[in-house]
């Protein structure tokens, strides 16, 4: 069970802008560790979006958007496109894990 | 470029073991974090473990004590020895090395293709 928590999915029209939350608590997230965003794509493995909370790798369109305050993280999708419906994970660090590393529960983004 | 291919899924009985490889080109893994990560059929990621360029290594719960996360050096390879495997650790298994930043790294900076691992009598 993961200790950060998405909405489990999110839906927009095409050109709309969309969020998604990631909350955490003061052992990942709170604690100042960065938060990193994944895309999935359907039968594909994951893609890195944004890293360090609010970078975006080169090629990725800058749409996308990260921020973090206190305990949460959000993505927002501004100009929404039929090519962004994905599986959206964010991902921290947690020292009270064993595996140190945590993934969010997800989050179905679906372009109306 | 950086590659990561992943091999060695496929069908085993509960109870039995499987080793997962992955071939690395482009970079060193050994200078690297490299991570395992799962995702059963139709769930979320899972980070399963993680491997440290110096060595530590560190496990989820559900896996600790039974699978263990090496690196061969000279064959730049990562794997994942996985015992008493049982029908929850089905999942397409995927290997990661980290991205990293300035301030820090991004865990899933790269990714292979995965490879899919069944549990099932």
């Known amino acids: 069970q993961s200790v950060l928590t998405q909405p489990p999915s999110v839906s927009g029209a095409p050109g709309q802008r969309v969020t998604i939350s990631c909350t955490g608590s003061?052992?990942?997230?709170?604690?100042?560790?960065?938060v990193h965003w994944y895309q999935q794509l359907p039968g594909t493995a994951p893609k890195l979006l944004i890293y360090?909370?609010?970078n975006r790798p080169s090629g990725v369109p800058d749409r996308f958007s990260g921020s973090k305050s206190g305990t949460s993280a959000s993505l927002a999708i501004t100009g929404l496109q039929a090519e962004d419906e994905a599986d959206y994970y964010c991902?921290?660090?947690?020292?009270?894990?064993?595996?140190?590393?945590?993934f969010g529960t997800g989050t179905k983004v679906t372009v109306l | 470029e950086v590659q990561l291919v992943e091999s060695g899924g496929g069908l085993v009985q509960p109870g039995g073991s499987l080793r997962l490889s992955c071939a690395a080109s482009?970079?060193?893994?050994?200078?690297?974090?490299m991570s395992w990560v799962r995702q059963a059929p139709g769930k979320g990621l899972e980070w399963v473990s993680i491997?440290?360029?110096?060595?530590?290594?560190y496990y989820a719960d559900s896996v600790k004590g039974r699978f263990t996360i090496s690196r061969d050096n000279p064959k730049n390879m990562l794997y994942l020895q996985m015992n008493s495997l049982r029908a929850e650790d089905t999942a397409v298994y995927y290997c990661?090395?980290?991205?990293?930043?300035?301030?820090?790294?991004?865990?899933?900076?790269?990714w292979g293709q995965g490879t899919l691992v069944t549990v099932s009598s």
């Open positions: 491997i440290y360029s110096g060595g530590n290594t």
């Open positions: 991902q921290s660090y947690d020292s009270s894990l064993s595996a140190r590393c945590v």
């Open positions: 360090g909370n609010s």
């Open positions: 990661a090395r980290e991205f990293p930043y300035n301030s820090g790294w991004a865990p899933g900076g790269y």
């Open positions: 482009g970079f060193t893994v050994s200078s690297n974090y």
């Open positions: 003061s052992s990942n997230i709170g604690a100042g560790y960065d």
